[in-house]
Every structure is written in C-alpha cells, then in structure tokens.
C-alpha cells in the first residue's frame, strides 16, 4: 500500500558535515510530502514541504526534491550544526479516502551532531 | 510552542482514571491527539473537525476523546494499561481538508508513565 520508507535509523556526523536523509515512497497518486523534526522533549514541528512532484522544497538550509522518477524524497543539508540533532520524519498525507489531514509518519532517523 | 497547551506534562499512573487536557490559541478548526511510543513516530488517535469527532482510529475503548469547543480537546483514560505508556501529543490544523495541505501545529506532550 501507500507508504513511506525510511532505512536509516540513526545517523551521527559532526559539525559541518553533509547530511543525507533517504526516504522512500510508494503510491498510486502523488501527494503533499513533508518533513517534520523533532527536537528532544518537544512535538514535531514542519520542516518542509513540496506540494508537487519534481519540485524542490527548501527552508532553513535543508533541502528536499520530490523525485517522481525515483519515488524519493531524500532531505539534504550542506553543513549541520548541534542545533540540528533530533529526529527526523519522511510524512506523507494518509491514503486517499476519505479527504482528511491526516499525517502518516515514516519511522524516523535520529541525527546526532557531535561538536 | 506555547499556542498549544497540554497538562499535565508528565503523568505517572496507577490503574486509575485521569484525563489529558488541550487547548490551541490558533483559531484552528481541526484537532488531533497522537500517540508516540518510545522510539516510534507519533500514530493517530482521534481527529475532530469543529467539535465533531471524524476519524478513531483503533484505540483501546478505554481512551475516550472529548471536544467541549472548537479550541479544547480532552482525553479520558480509564484502568490504564503499561502498554499505554507514551507520549501523548495534541496537534491543529486551520483546516481538515486535505486540499488545503495544511501543517499540523503539535503540543509538547504529556508523558504517561504507567506503573
């Protein structure tokens, strides 16, 4: 069924390292896809996100394209700071019926920055 | 995030009864309670849409949502059982209409531990 696929568990780099997140998507339609991030002790909070296929989604130095092609939707960041250890989350709206917004979480990666 | 307010923020509980509270600020006509278990991305509970419940997803029957009014959002639990213990997340969208991909607005959870 409609899903998302996150492989990567745990990631640890050090500070103004290249991050690479890998999600994954199968579907029969071509939704919204988001990434929310969790800082520790708080609720998940919009990072982005790309509301069409073969578009890029950008804020706050991340980046995501929607590959429609490869069904990915991978998150990348240039440089990471400590600031951006937490968890991070591949979403996707849930499958199409009924028309509701209702989020469905990948099972996250825990990114880890070390100073 | 202070314009979602949930208490308590940490629980500890026999088996007794007791009830998780939520309030937005936001205007929003859309709330969510989410679960999150440890190490696992958060799973939705109950959707209201202005009052009205729209979606329950599978839940034990001793979880018992309530909506007052459009910004409050109450769960009851009875005779909790150890596997609830969780993360217990409120969220709200301006809208429940995925249409509109509106982002979910999360609280920062009430921490259910039981004994």
């Known amino acids: 069924g409609d899903s998302v696929t996150q492989m990567q568990g745990q990631v640890t780099l050090s500070e103004d390292d290249f991050l690479f997140i890998n999600c994954t998507y199968s579907?029969?339609?071509?939704?919204?896809l988001f990434w929310y991030v969790q800082y520790p002790g708080e609720g998940p909070q919009l990072l982005l996100k790309?509301?069409?296929?073969?578009n890029k989604g950008i804020s706050r130095g991340f980046e995501a394209t929607y590959d429609k092609r490869t069904t990915s939707f991978h998150l990348q960041k240039a440089s990471v700071q400590e600031s951006d250890s937490a968890v991070y989350y591949c979403?996707?709206?849930?499958?199409?019926?009924?028309?509701?917004?209702?989020?469905?979480f990948g099972s996250g990666t825990k990114l880890t920055v070390e100073p | 995030n202070t314009k979602i307010t949930q208490s308590p923020r940490y629980l500890i509980l026999g088996r007794a009864n007791k009830s998780l509270e939520c309030e937005q600020h936001?205007?929003?006509?859309?709330m969510y309670w989410y679960k999150q278990s440890a190490e696992k991305p958060p799973e939705l509970m109950f959707l209201?849409?202005?009052?009205?419940?729209?979606r329950n997803e599978t839940v034990p029957s001793r979880f018992i949502p309530e909506c007052p009014d459009s910004s409050k959002l109450l769960l009851h639990i009875s005779a909790v059982d150890p596997e609830d213990s969780a993360v217990y997340f409120c969220?709200?969208?301006?809208?429940?209409?995925?249409?509109?991909?509106?982002?979910?607005?999360f609280g920062h959870g009430t921490k259910l531990s039981v004994l």
């Open positions: 969220a709200s969208s301006q809208e429940i209409n995925r249409e509109t991909n509106e982002r979910l607005f």
């Open positions: 579907t029969t339609w071509y939704p919204t």
């Open positions: 790309v509301t069409t296929a073969n």
């Open positions: 979403v996707r709206p849930f499958p199409p019926m009924p028309n509701y917004n209702v989020l469905y």
């Open positions: 936001l205007g929003h006509n859309a």
């Open positions: 209201y849409n202005l009052k009205q419940l729209i």
